[in-house]
Nanobody, 114 residues
Framework: QVRLVESGGGLVQPGGSLRLSCAAS????????MGWYRQAPGKQRELVAV??????TNYVDSVKGRFTISRDNAKSLYLQMNTLKPEDTAAYYC?????????WGKGTLVTVSS
């Protein structure tokens, strides 16, 4: 079992920055890809960014150039979010893939509003 706990969400003005963190614990030794997803009210959960065990990254087009995903092996995952927009408002979830299973955190809320 893998346990994921997100932190770092909050209220920020448009144009501001936030850094999300995800702490992984439990049987983390075989975690491969980790990622960030988000779900806005009334919308489906969508991929924001992923990073493989080898450090390869991929982003949804709407955050390219503004968000940066990084990881500290399998223990910690980060999402640096710059130039935030109101449409970035959502609950952000951390994910981790291991042996064909995907684990999820409970999410952290990001609200971008003036």
């Amino acid at each position: 079992q893998v346990r994921l706990v997100e932190s770092g969400g909050g209220l920020v003005q448009p144009g501001g920055s936030l850094r999300l963190s995800c702490a992984a614990s439990g049987m983390i030794f075989s975690i491969n890809t980790m990622g960030w997803y988000r779900q806005a009210p009334g919308k489906q959960r969508e991929l924001v960014a992923v990073i493989t065990g080898g450090g390869r990254t991929n982003y949804v087009d709407s955050v390219k150039g503004r968000f940066t995903i990084s990881r500290d092996n399998a223990k910690s995952l980060y999402l640096q979010m710059n130039t935030l927009k109101p449409e970035d408002t959502a609950a952000y979830y951390c994910s981790a893939d291991q042996y064909g299973m995907r684990y999820w955190g409970k999410g952290t809320l990001v609200t971008v509003s003036s």
